[in-house]
């Protein structure tokens, strides 16, 4: 049933696109043609009887496959289609097939930009993100009919005339394409058919063969073969083309983009991370504490504890300090969790406070040591001193009776002595005192106011 006839093909290395045409079940033969010669797709359904519609759409698609641009340029395109037009009028008049005539849409899709010629009842149509849309207005009875409002779209599809079209290739020479130009996207996917197709298929259906199919030649096939099971009352064409466009190399572009951005995020993450922990450990590095060893005040550098196994400080020195000497809060600060300081500095620093302070405490110490010593010292004194004063007392006594009496021996005025030794007697001491300068002839203050007083009394 495949009929290939007519077909101007050029193989892709990328299955971007399918088609396919069919002669259906009721005529003798496929009068549409259909060239796929990317970025060029057409569909051509000839009419004229007696095979003029074959030989117009073939004249037609042979023309414009090799006029058409290269590019999505629409007034050149538009031209290619005239061109065709005055071939098929040529061929008509050369062959006497006068009034054989044919359809034509053409696309030309580079990317995302797309430019149609319209002639006629054959249709393009764009899947766009689940959504169906006619691309190009029907030159046709039935579609001046259903704009006029004069029948609905569903009594123009049984109607007895819908297969009049109103403008074709062949029959005017002033005849002009319906030009398009329409932007497309990635993913869209773009449907040219006769009306063999859209004769036999709702719209709804159409789009959920498209819609479901995802390989576009099964595509193509599937609706053509859809079109014959509904009845095939006309020959059947249909090209189908996925659309890859610029937003999949931007796509791919992008994801490059990303990839590299994604790479540089991780990569200053990673110096960010790694100059942090190098930040940190300089820091810890630098950081110091004391803490209690074996009695000893040391120091170590960094901060207490372990990473993952890995000391995080080390010890600098043990000190001359003895934890014991040291104020009790502080000592057991030192004991259990150690005292930080921001650096070996000020670690040191602490420690020579300590050492100071142990210093100041020692001297302390012994200064009450000495003192206490001095004061038991004293009072040893204080003790003796009483005991010989009691001692003397009673010397005195015994040597003042003593001195009298010498006194006495060697004066001879008896009288006189004794009653001034009774009158020291008196104030004891003093009494004493003046009988031990006498006796002992000294020179001092005292041994003056006794000689003073001996004068005096040598006076008297
Ligand atoms: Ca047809």
Redesign the pocket.
Known sequence: MADQKGTKAIQSSKAMFGSRTDVGCVRDHN??SLVVAPPLFVVA???GGHAA?EVASEIAVDTIAKLAPKTPDTEALGKAVIAANYAVINAAQEKGRHGMGT?MTAAILDKERLAIAQVG??RAYLLHQGHMQQLTRDHSLMADMIEAGEITPEEARVHPQR?VITRALGTDPNMQPDLYEINVTAGDRLLLC???LT?MLEDFEIQQTLEETRDPQKAATLLVNQAIAAGGF????VIVVDIAGNSAKQLAKTRRHSVAWGIFVVLLLIAVVVGICYGSYRYVSNLAYLHDDNGQVAVYQGIRGNFFGHDLSHLDSVTDVNTDDLQPGTASHLREDGIRADNLDEAYSLVDQYRDYVDQNNAEQEAREQSAREAQEARNQNSNGSSNQNGTSSNSSSSNSSSSNSTSGSNGSSTTQNSQSGSSSSSGTSTNTNSTSNSAGSSNSQSAQSSSTTGNGATR
Request: hydrophobic share 10%.
């Open positions: 009068e549409d359904d000839g009419m519609g359809t009842d054959s297969s006769s009306d063999g004769s006309d020959n059947v064409t």
